[in-house]
């Protein structure tokens, strides 16, 4: 059984630049979750996707999008970077769209400079 | 404002002894109580959880309890080992519409176990 994968596990911008995350879901996991981690914070509901559309969303504004596809992999795209950007993120995904147990990826940490 | 608090950033537990960790929550509308732990340069790993229709939820040295009245649950590590160090997420979810859950993260809590 494969477990939830991310690339890359680290990225370096600049204010301003787009940036595009990426995620493999677990084997028979239909609905993929992106969660931010600010230092010292817990992690933060960004979106949920399941069958390729964006299935609920949390506090952030529209520059974070993503996209989930058939084989329910999925991508965070974040566009205009700003400062307070500078996260670890984190993809989880769960057999439904219930979220009983989340399985984690081990995030990529992003540094905006 | 923060609908889910770990007010303790930091645990220290002599080994074999119980670890307490605590959670406390705001939002009455949370049906589901999760527990996370994290190891540095790891995702979250999923450790034990409650529905709000009970109080007390148990595996193995890991106990969760809830309080629904006084919106606090604790998770007991009975006895507690080295290899528990790590950082404990308490979580809630809530229904956030269109068919689908989120779950809203306390900023943990890191346990030492010492040998």
């Known amino acids: 059984e494969t477990g939830v994968t991310q690339s890359p596990t680290h990225l370096i911008k600049t204010r301003g630049q787009q940036v595009t995350l990426r995620c493999s879901s677990q084997?028979?996991?239909?609905?993929v979750s992106w969660y931010q981690q600010a230092l010292g914070q817990g992690p933060q509901f960004i979106f949920q996707y399941y069958r390729e559309e964006e299935n609920g969303r949390g506090n952030f504004p529209p520059r974070f999008s993503g996209l989930q596809f058939p084989n329910y992999s999925s991508e965070l795209n974040v566009n205009a970077l700003e400062l307070d950007d500078s996260a670890l993120y984190l993809c989880?995904?769960?057999?439904?769209?219930?979220?009983?147990?989340?399985?984690f990826g081990s995030g990529t940490q992003l540094s905006v400079l | 404002d923060q609908q889910v608090k770990q007010n303790s950033p930091s645990l220290s537990v002599q080994e074999g002894r119980i670890s307490i960790l605590n959670c406390d929550y705001t939002n009455s509308m949370f049906d589901y109580f999760l527990w996370y732990k994290k190891y540095p340069a790891e995702g979250p790993t999923f450790l034990i959880s409650i529905s709000s229709i009970k109080d007390k939820n148990e595996d193995g040295r890991f106990t969760v309890f809830l309080n629904k009245s006084a919106k606090h649950l604790s998770l007991h590590i009975v006895p507690s080992q080295p290899g528990d160090s790590a950082v404990y997420f308490c979580?809630?979810?809530?229904?956030?519409?269109?068919?689908?859950?989120?779950?809203?993260f306390g900023k943990g809590t890191k346990l030492s176990v010492i040998p």
């Open positions: 084997s028979g996991h239909n609905t």
């Open positions: 979580a809630a979810r809530a229904y956030s519409g269109a068919g689908s859950y989120q779950l809203t």
């Open positions: 989880a995904s769960s057999l439904d769209r219930v979220g009983e147990k989340l399985f």
